[in-house]
């Protein structure tokens, strides 16, 4: 069992920027975890992928979020995150943090909707 507990959002104008952090315990886990990602969901719409990672292979980015977003993770302390500069209005939304428990995953933005483990989710609020 793999918990995932999420930080750093917060409100900002567009423009700005704000660091997502996930921390995914146990470390002794963690540190195990392949495929981990990000998605999102507004209210009223249907979650969206933003970034999926897998060891050893290409990043994932949703094309809304490709060159704005940067995945980042610190396996030693089982820490995922996510930097997002030149925030939008369209990027407000409630972002959760996912991990697949097993070695053998996809990292898809289809495939990172359908993780095991999910967080409780940070909220991102950007405004014009």
């Known amino acids: 069992q793999v918990q995932l507990v999420e930080s750093g959002g917060g409100s900002v104008q567009a423009g700005g920027s704000l660091r997502l952090s996930c921390v995914a315990s146990p470390n002794t886990v963690a540190r195990g975890i392949v495929c981990m990602g990000w998605f999102r969901q507004a209210p009223g719409k249907a979650r969206e992928g933003v970034v999926g990672v897998k060891r050893n292979w290409p990043t994932n980015y949703a094309d809304s979020v490709k060159g704005r977003f940067t995945i980042s993770r610190d396996s030693a302390k089982g820490t995922l995150y996510l930097q997002m500069d030149s925030l939008k209005p369209e990027d407000t939304a409630m972002y959760y943090c996912?991990?697949?428990?097993?070695?053998?995953?996809?990292?898809?933005?289809?495939?990172?909707?359908?993780?095991?483990?999910r967080g409780q989710g940070t909220q991102v609020s950007v405004s014009s």
């Open positions: 996912v991990a697949h428990p097993y070695s053998i995953c996809e990292h898809d933005l289809s495939s990172i909707l359908e993780y095991r483990y």
